[in-house]
């Protein structure tokens, strides 16, 4: 399974991992899968592990940071040229209030 991770615990090595499949969040504690002396992960890293089920919760362990395969390129990846503009941008402006009549009611409140 890939996932994202959303929230890291550095000191006690836990973090709550988003799944690719887009069912519940997985809890991983399995500090053991990353080598001694190496940073636990961080929010926003991609992270590939196995995931199994204890009780009603979904876990994560294995886990290993995806490595970034655009560092391993020569060339920069292709962006969009935004130099010129492709359409026409029309500004939005506020749209002014009507004025509101108030309602008379009678004694009654019809």
Not at 8 to 31: H, I, K, M, N, P
């Amino acid at each position: 399974m890939i996932g994202v991770i959303l929230w890291s615990d550095e000191v006690d090595r836990q973090a709550v991992v988003w799944c690719e499949d887009q069912g519940d969040l997985a809890f991983l504690d399995d500090a053991s899968s990353l080598s001694e002396g190496k940073p636990f992960f961080a929010v926003g890293d991609a992270v590939r592990f196995d995931l199994y089920v204890e009780v009603n919760l979904r876990r994560a362990h294995n886990a290993t940071i995806l490595e970034d395969d655009t560092a391993n390129t020569q060339t920069a990846p292709q962006r969009f040229d935004t130099s010129q503009a492709s359409a026409k941008i029309i500004p939005f402006r506020p749209v002014p209030e009507t004025p509101t009549i108030p309602i008379k009611r009678n004694a009654q409140g019809a």
